[in-house]
């Protein structure tokens, strides 16, 4: 079975600094994909960054990188530089090669950005 | 181009209701998902479809819940006798194709309430 676990209901963070989003994970598939994506108050999922189980080196994209450590099955989310607009709930996801298309999702984490 | 569109926004019903919610993939995506997001609550998978046919539906709660995709492009999910339960938001995604390398895109979600 695919589980993800994600340990911080809530976290806050000051305006322009980085902040760290856990997410821990469980799966018995050799190959998979890990996922972030971004809901804010208006409700859609915004993806934000992939990262591949065999990708030798850690997924960036902008101001979005994924600290990716595979013996200890974590997948986090680091956000530099933060911004009020980054207010919003995170949900970490993964993907088994061998389990279709689906996503499994974490219960999510709603980071809050102080001016 | 657009996105993963939703109808309706928002739907109340009455229990024991039936209850159609439908959407529209993006162009040219082949692989199109349902999720319910209950309230604090990440994603949870019902069904996937991959051109016409569902590869996926072991997420479906119980038999009131069915979903067809008859042109391989919009997809229905059917709700039979609604329960108070049900109500969740009713999330749809697409994406190029099931494989895992493949992001999905998600529209803004149908808020089922059932009364």
């Known amino acids: 079975a695919q589980k993800i676990t994600q340990t911080q209901p809530g976290m806050f963070v000051q305006e322009k600094e980085a902040v760290t989003l856990d997410c821990t994970y469980d799966t018995s598939d050799p190959s998979y994909g890990l996922f972030w994506y971004k809901q804010p108050s208006s409700g859609e999922m915004i993806f934000l960054i992939y990262?591949?189980?065999?990708?030798?080196q850690n997924a960036t994209e902008g101001r979005y990188s994924l600290n990716f450590q595979k013996a200890r099955k974590s997948a986090n989310l680091v956000i530099s530089a933060s911004q009020l607009g980054d207010s919003a709930m995170y949900f970490c996801a993964m993907r088994g090669y061998n389990q279709g298309g689906k996503l499994i999702f974490g219960q999510g984490t709603e980071l809050s950005v102080k001016p | 181009g657009a996105g993963v569109s939703q109808t309706p926004s928002n739907k109340v019903t009455e229990k024991g209701k039936y209850v159609e919610l439908r959407c529209d993939p993006i162009s040219g995506h082949t692989a199109l998902y349902w999720y319910r997001q209950s309230l604090g609550q990440g994603p949870e998978f019902l069904i996937y479809?991959?051109?016409?046919?569902?590869?996926?539906d072991s997420g479906l709660p119980n038999d009131r819940f069915f979903a067809v995709r008859p042109e391989g492009s919009v997809s229905t999910l059917k709700i039979q006798r609604t329960e108070r339960g049900d109500s969740a938001v009713y999330l749809c995604?697409?994406?190029?194709?099931?494989?895992?390398?493949?992001?999905?895109?998600f529209g803004p979600g149908t808020r089922l309430t059932v009364t």
């Open positions: 990262q591949g189980s065999y990708d030798q």
């Open positions: 995604a697409s994406s190029l194709d099931a494989g895992s390398v493949y992001e999905q895109y």
């Open positions: 479809f991959q051109g016409t046919g569902a590869a996926d």
